[in-house]
């Protein structure tokens, strides 16, 4: 009977140490995604504020609707001019955190079937 007490009682133990075993993994686990996480998230902010710095007149970019344009005056730190489409009096004043990508003025790419031509 001592026995049978004394095992019962080990094994006990050794399930409490494997609950606080298990809720420290899950700590450790939600502790270090949280981490990288936010490094990327601070990476990508980091990238998105080059690209605003990077904008000048004759870029072309696209909207975070989808629109297509090209910057005619960059008029401070938070505010573009942009020319839509064929339409010369089609100029509208945006946010710069309205724009998602930027394709910079006078950057073209050479395919194989352009230099065929």
């Known amino acids: ?3 049978l007490t ?8 050794s399930g409490v140490f494997s609950i606080i075993a298990l ?3 899950v700590v450790i686990m939600v502790f270090v995604l949280s981490f990288f996480s936010k490094r990327s998230q601070k990476k990508q902010a980091q990238q998105q504020e080059e690209l605003f710095k ?11 609707s989808g629109f297509y344009g090209t910057i005619l005056d ?5 505010t ?3 020319e839509f ?3 010369k009096n089609c100029r ?10 930027v394709e910079k003025a006078g950057v073209a790419e050479i395919t194989d079937e352009d230099e065929k031509n």
């Open 85 to 87: 489409g064929n339409n």
């Open 92 to 101: 509208i004043p945006m946010h710069k955190k309205a724009i998602a990508d």
């Open 6 to 13: 004394e095992g019962t009682q080990a094994a006990g133990g």
């Open 23 to 25: 809720v420290f993994y």
């Open 74 to 78: 960059v008029v401070d730190d938070t």
């Open 54 to 64: 990077s904008l000048e007149p004759g870029d072309n970019i696209m909207t975070t």
């Open 80 to 82: 573009v001019i942009v």
């Open 1 to 3: 009977m001592i026995l």
